[in-house]
Each structure stands twice: as C-alpha cells, then as structure tokens.
C-alpha cells in the first residue's frame, strides 16, 4: 500500500519571495538585519511581599534574559519596593522583558530608563593595609571613605558609577585585594521624570508595542 | 501514595489547641441567617475556603484527600459541590483543566501537601501552556514546621511559581478565603491561567468568622479590553487592500467567546480560515473558507496559504513553534495584524505590524464595525481551494491490511452527533483526531497543545464528562502510551457512572518518536518499541468498565456502535496498523511549506 499522502512535492512548490529574521521581523533578504544587544535599565516599582524578589529571579532565570546585575530596596511608600535591574539585551529582548515583568501580579510599573538617568553603585573594597597612606591616597582619588581599618587590613567603600567602580577596584587592586562586595546599580530618572509609579502602569498596551527610537545607553 | 497521608502525622499534632474540628454541627447554628441552611456563618479557615469556592459558583472539583488538606475536605463535607476523588492529583488537575476548557470557568482542584502537590505540577504545568482556567488548592504543614523539612513538606508555592500564572502562600485564617477568591478570578481574568492558593493546616483549622471578599482581582492586575482605534483602522484598512488574507484562530478565540464574531467576519469578507491546535472548532471545518489546522502535522492547503499569504490576522495565538516552523520562512511576505489579549505575546515570536491589545470578541467587534468592504482576493480564493484539492487529506485504506487509524476517527465522528467533544493524549492519535475529525463546534476539543503532556487523555474525559451536557458524548481518542500513563482513572470513571468511550489506537509503538526514529534516526527503535502493552479491554473490564476490541475493519462500525452506546466508561482496544505515520511533516524548525507528504521527502 501507499504511504502517505498526494500532491505537488516540496520542489514543485511555488515558494515565497520574503524572509523574517530570528526576531520575526520580515527582513530584506539582502541586508539581514539583526539587532545588537544594549545595556539598559530597567526600574520596577512593585508589593513589597514576601516572593516577589523571587517571582521576577525567577523569570529572568526561566526566560534567559541577560541580566547583568538586580538591586531591591524599599522606597518612600512602605508597602512598595523598587527593583533596579540592568540587563543587555537586544532591543525586542528588552521589549520582552518589560512585558514579562509588567505580567506578574505583584508588579506596580515598569519603565525603561533614560540614559541620562543617574545610576549609582556602592563597592566595599577590603585591601592589605601594608601602606595606609598610599591607601588613603587612593581612597581620596575615588572620594572614598575609610568604613574600617585593622593593622591588616583597610576597607574602603566607594560609591558612583558602574566605570568609577571598575576604575577604584582596578588602582587599589596594587595593594592586594582581601575581598570585595558590590550592590549592583540602582537608579533614578533625572528631574522631575518620574522613574516608575503607581500612576504610570496606564501606558496603554498598544502604545507600549510601538515602535520605538532605541538610543544607545552611555553609563554616566 | 498521598493517600496514606490521612494517617497521623508528626505534622497533624500541630495543631491550634482551639482548633475547631467538628464543622458538621448545622443545629448549632445562629438563627440570624434566614437563609438555606449552607449559609451559616463560617467559623474557620477551611471554611471560609469552600464559601470562597461557593461565591464563586463553583459546582464540581477535583481532588485527592491528605494529611494537610484535611481541613478543607471536612469543610467540603457540608458543601453542595460535587468532590470527585480521583485516583492520581494529576488526573486531578487534567480534569480541573478540560472542566475549564469545555465549562469556560476554571476548573478546581485540591491535593495534599509535599507528593499531593508535587503530582499536581504536570497539570499546572499543562493549563499554563494552553492558558486554560484552573485553581489548585494544596494542603501546606502548619506555618510553624514550614521551612523544617517537615514530613510531606514542599516548597509549593516555589516548585509552582514557573508554571502558575500567579500563586499565593497563605498566612492568615481571616484572609485565606479571600485569598482563594482573588485566585478564582485571576485564573478566569484576562488572560486566563493556573492559580494556585497553598494552604497551611494551621491556617485552615484556625477560627474566623471572617466571610471571604467576592472574587475580585488585585488592582496591580490591569486588562486592556479594547484596542487603540487608530491600529484598528489601520489594520481594517490592510486588510480591505489585501491580496492574499488569511485568518488564523487560535485558543484565545475559544476562550474569548469570540467564535461566533470571528465566522461572521469571515464569511462576510470571504476570508479563508485557518485554526492553531487549540483553536480547533472555533471555525467550523466543514465550511468552504476552512482550510483547518496548520503547522508541524497541518493540513497541506493551510500551510501552503499561511505561507503564501500577504495579510495574516492572527487572534488569539502565540505563535507557538509547532505552527510557525522556522520563523524565518513562516508567513514571510504577510503582515501580520496580531490580536490578543496579553501584551507580552504581541512581536515575541512574530513582529506585529498591526498591535491589537485586547480581548478577541471585543477587538473583533471593532474590525467587524471598521472594515467596510471585502478584501478583492478573488484569485486567491481560488487558490486556496486548488490547494484544498491539491493537498487533499486522503489516505489508503485496503481491507486486506491492517487497520488505518484515520478511518477509525472517522468512524468514530460518524457515530457520535455534531457536539461529541473529543479529549486526546499526545502522539500520533492526536494528530489524527485533529486531522481526521471534523470539528464544527469550540469547546468540543479538549487536548494538551503548548506541553504536550502524554496521558492527559482519559482524566481530561471525566473533567469534560461532567461539564458537558447530558446529550454530549465525550469520546477520548488515545494512544497505548499516553493512555498506560494514567489509565488509574478508569476506577474513578467506573465509580462516577461516567459515560464515556475511550478508543486506544494500539500501535504497540510510542508512535511519533518511532516515526522521527525511522526518519531521523535510520529507524533505531530505542525504547520506543510498546510491544508489552496489556490488553486494554480485558483491563477495563478488571476495573469495572467495558472492553471492545477491534483487529480488523469489519468489527469497526458495530464495534465503535456497541462502546457509545454503553452507558457508563467503556475501552476499545484498536489495533491499528503499526507503521502508520501523521502526515503533512514539517520537521521541527523547518519551512511549513515545504511539508513532507511522505518519508520520503523529508
């Protein structure tokens, strides 16, 4: 008996003239576009419940979002938390990992941040302390602040930028790094924008699928 | 397994000394309700648990009795809903699933803590995937050994999270029912999904006379209904200009209501229709602009226009990888207006050229009232149904050869009325109930599509038994696989008195994965080969149920006949041609049109 079914076989099928590109973005076959992943940030204002913290690891881990560092503390209002998470990703990456995040339930807002927006980390940096006054030099260089000193040992804490941070762990690596502990970056829009509210969630659906004019993200 | 949990426990002496454990007391009731007797006021947790339930209009559920759910049974003692005790927390939760898909209201299930809800997590799993309406309630040790590693304690509520739309842990008597309420609609609202509410013992067994809010969600949880008038425009005015448009129906329709607006649309502007795996009887199959299923095993003719097409209105889909094939060659000349109700679906497989946020019915509504003329496709038309001719679904059955498993769903669609639902395992049967039956009605498949969850066949016909109406038969088209898996809810099938008819398509083989073997693994049967399988029908008779079987065609009508006509669970055991395969083919990531209508040509 015959096997399967009749008709035209796949190379007597007219076939069609476009291509998509991994994103689905139907694309001229002639210049693939592909979009380059960014570094940006995304501000998450949320219920300040036990789980939540977890809820948005935990998508981020599932989804293999690129996250590249995850800071939570609470804000002004004492039921709300805010949730600062630098990822990189290319562009229709973020679009996804905004929606995802505005998905779960104990979700308030999400917004992407501008690059202008001010974006501060803090680093506990411990060091040999054969040379306090070199160390001390330094500490003053990055305006740090001496939070502990033993005949060993200097701890320096160092607030500022993501660069400044590399920038002080790389001059005090000289002395010999004991340890380190860094929070991640936090964030804030500049001026009277606001970051992330319990007003903003009202961006309707529609307007958050259109296109938009990424720009490049500088770290200040 | 979990059974054996209502003995007592280490976890069951820590209880609240003023626990109240005799609910069943109704003389004892205040006289200030003049109410029926089942509105006396509530007097613990796991009562206000079942209120919660009661408020919401809940009938059936599904469960399975333990240690730390204990409360809440006692609770359900007094209740009008109707407990089926199932004989696996799976088969619970598939029950609960295809009650919420032929029922359109979520489906509950109960299971104990620690194994009661670990076996729940396939059907959660399962109705995440589909988006299908399900609340579980799982029974949680005492607060205080939370964390203990107690006996038959699980971290719930995380094992959970991944495959819930949302769930909650809940810690305190006064709340618990509000919590469960808040649940009941989340998992109905927007876009619908598995809840899941884990229920400490001591929270349930704790004294409240608080009565459980109405089913309401969180303000944090926001639904956009209907979408941006000015894409709506745009859209209607892509789709008046279209050469080539299709229709592509999926789940969401169902799930939306919104079939009826969705045949009219179509048959007024003459617009060929295609269905995803879920969205099968949203559109009826015997109507000429039907082209059926498309994707992995779709219909020739509805994958040749999906990818032809120039206007593709996709409502109610995620474009699931099994539809689309490589996303670089599906629909590559279309755009793509995308309706549907969860935003994050909008441009995360397929860029959405036209961004239709909201609920299918509503934005159908809106297409309906802003497209003014139909498409001039004429030739396209046309072309469709050359296609349909072209690619016909028509399969060799001589009668000197084993049985074709496509003439036994055929048969069996004969046998049974317009409205028959249909329940299936995963496999190759599946793929022939979906492309051998006609399905003219939605919410008459049951199935499990985004998972893939082998033995949700016969537990989603007992869900789908007791919500579908009495002149409904429900025929559960299985495979020797699938149905091996949870073939323990025959017990559950027998004591119920539930009509239902499962047909086993007996290929003695885990069937798709020896068809990928023969092509994609020069035929190497590894642990795919079923050939100890028992005999169905005697087992079903060892259950209580009624056993048929068919070896050649002539016992197919009379057979098939004698199991619908048996009132109460009956098996046929079908022995189907062994070799049998599910074409159109198109291999994972492939292009859809270039689909295999034989081996040969993959």
Known sequence: MKR???????????????RRNKQGIRIDPEVEATHEPRRTVISALVEHEPGVLSDVSGLFSRRQFNIESLTVGPTED????????????????????????????????????????????????????????????????????????????????VTGARQKIEAAVETFSQFGIREISRTGTTALARGTDQTATAGSTAQPADEANRDDQYQRADDD | MSERAAKVSPADDEQDDDQIT?????????????????????????????????????????GVQGGAIMPVYDALYDSDIRHVTMAHEQGAAHAADAYGIVSGKPGICLATSGPGATNLVTGLADADMDSDPLVALTGQVPTELVGNDAFQET??????????????????????????????????????GPTLVDLPKDI???????????????????????????????????????????????????????????????????????????????????????????????????NMAITHCDTLIGIGTRFDDRLTGGIETFAPDADLIHVDIDPAEISKNIHADYPLVGDAETVVEQLVDAVDKSPEATKWRAQCQ??????????????????????????????????????????????????????????????????????????????????????????????????LMTLQGLSVAVREELDITVAVLNNEYIGMVRQWQDAFFDGRHSASDYSWMPEFDKLAEAFGAEGFRIDDYDDVADTIEDAIAYDGPSVIDVHIDPDANVYPMVPSGGDNGQFALAEDQL
Request: charged share 30%; with cysteine.
């Open chain 1, 4 to 18: 399967g079914l009749d008709g035209p076989e796949p190379d007597e099928r007219p076939t069609p003239a476009g």
């Open chain 1, 78 to 157: 004492e039921d709300r938390a805010r949730i600062t998470i630098v990822v990189e990703e290319p562009d229709p990456g973020i679009d996804q990992v905004e929606k995802q995040l505005r998905k779960l339930v104990p979700v308030i807002s999400v917004r992407e941040l501008e690059p202008d927006a001010m974006r501060r980390e803090l680093a506990l940096i411990k060091v040999n302390a054969e040379r306090p006054d070199q160390v001390a030099a330094v500490a003053d260089m990055y305006d740090a602040k001496t939070v502990d000193s033993s005949p060993e040992t200097a701890t320096v804490e």
């Open chain 2, 22 to 62: 005799d609910s069943a007391t109704p003389d004892a009731a205040t006289e200030d309700d003049v109410k029926s007797e089942t509105t006396e006021p509530v007097t613990t947790g796991a009562e206000s648990v079942v209120r919660a339930l009661e408020n919401a209009g809940v009938e059936h559920a599904f």
């Open chain 2, 155 to 192: 971290d719930t509520t995380g094992v959970t999270t991944p495959v819930t739309k949302n769930n909650t842990f809940a810690s305190d008597s006064d709340r618990v029912g509000s919590d469960v309420s808040e649940a009941f609609a989340l998992a109905g609202e927007g876009r619908p």
């Open chain 2, 204 to 302: 349930t067994n704790g004294e409240t006379d608080r009565e459980p809010d109405a089913p309401a969600v969180p303000e944090t949880y926001e639904v956009q209904e209907r979408a941006d008038e000015e894409i709506v425009k745009a859209a209607a005015e892509r789709i008046e200009n279209a050469a080539r448009p299709v229709m592509l129906l999926g789940g969401g329709v169902i799930k939306s209501e919104a079939s009826e607006a969705c045949r009219e649309f179509a048959i007024e502007h003459d617009i060929p229709v295609i269905t995803t795996m879920p969205g099968i009887g949203s559109f009826p199959e015997d109507h000429e602009l039907s082209l059926e299923m498309a994707g992995m095993h779709g219909t020739g003719y509805a």
């Open chain 2, 386 to 483: 050359q296609w349909k001719s072209d690619y016909s679904m028509a399969y060799d059955a001589p009668k000197d050869k084993p049985v074709q498993p496509e003439f036994v769903i055929e048969a069996l669609d004969e046998a049974t009325s317009d409205r028959a639902i249909v329940t299936t395992g995963v496999g190759q049967h599946q793929m022939w109930a979906c492309q051998y039956w006609t399905y003219t009605e939605p919410r008459t498949w049951v199935s499990s599509h985004g998972l893939g969850t082998m033995g949700y066949g016969l537990p989603s016909a007992i869900g789908a038994r007791i919500a579908a109406d009495d002149d409904q038969e429900v025929v559960c088209i299985d495979g020797d696989g699938s149905f």
